[in-house]
């Protein structure tokens, strides 16, 4: 398919072997793109998340899973994503053909806020400045409780809940 549409590829994973470790070839993958800012990535494990997970470790790295033709241009356009993945369980050959072309044929966005955005995304974490916390339940649990325990200052849109 896609070196039909002109496109040049490099397979780091020329033969499956039952049982082989994804990092591996994400971190090929994700080295790849580091090394030509044009490169796109594509990597595919069992959902997605842990190639995901193990690519977005580099540096100028943005990968991301796409589950519809409206996530893979949104990841392309607004993070200018350059590695799209998807879950081999969960996205049939046909989808994956759509959703992989949409992320081809995105663009990234130049808007300001798509822009400074992805200069966020790029800067390395710094070590927080917000005070320890911990999450500790009830000491006695009554059957329907509820607890939840949010993180502040300035953490307002993350929470914790659990319910039994």
Same mark, same amino acid.
């Given at each position: 398919?896609?070196? $039909?549409?002109? =496109?040049?590829?490099?397979? @780091? &994973? $020329? ?6 470790? =994804? ?7 994700? %080295? ?5 800012? #044009? ?12 190639? $995901?997970?193990?690519? #977005? ?6 990968? @991301? ?7 893979? /241009? ?14 081999? %369980?969960?996205?049939?050959?046909? $989808? ?6 949409? @992320? ?5 966005? %130049? ?5 400074? +955005? ?9 070590? &927080?400045?917000?005070?320890?916390? &911990? ?6 649990? +009554? %059957?329907?409780? /509820? ?9 307002? /849109?993350? &929470?914790?809940?659990? /319910?039994?």
């Amino acid at each position: 398919m896609l070196e $039909e549409d002109g =496109y040049t590829i490099k397979d @780091f &994973s $020329e033969e499956y072997v039952p049982g082989d470790d =994804y990092p591996g070839y994400a971190k090929q993958v994700a %080295r790849a793109i580091q090394k030509d800012k #044009d490169a796109l990535g594509l990597l595919v494990c069992g959902t997605g998340h842990g190639m $995901e997970m193990a690519a #977005d470790r580099f540096k100028k790295v943005r990968a @991301f899973v796409a589950r519809t033709v409206r996530d893979a /241009s949104l990841g392309r356009q607004h993070n200018h994503a350059n590695i799209i993945v998807l879950g081999g %369980r969960i996205t049939k050959t046909p $989808e994956a053909k759509k959703i992989v072309r949409a @992320f081809l044929n995105a663009r990234p966005s %130049r808007a300001v806020r798509h822009v400074q +955005r992805v200069t966020q995304i790029d800067q390395p974490c710094r070590k &927080s400045t917000f005070p320890p916390f &911990s999450l500790k339940p009830p000491r006695t649990r +009554r %059957r329907n409780s /509820s607890y939840a325990a949010g993180l502040s200052p300035g953490f307002s /849109s993350m &929470s914790w809940t659990a /319910s039994s």
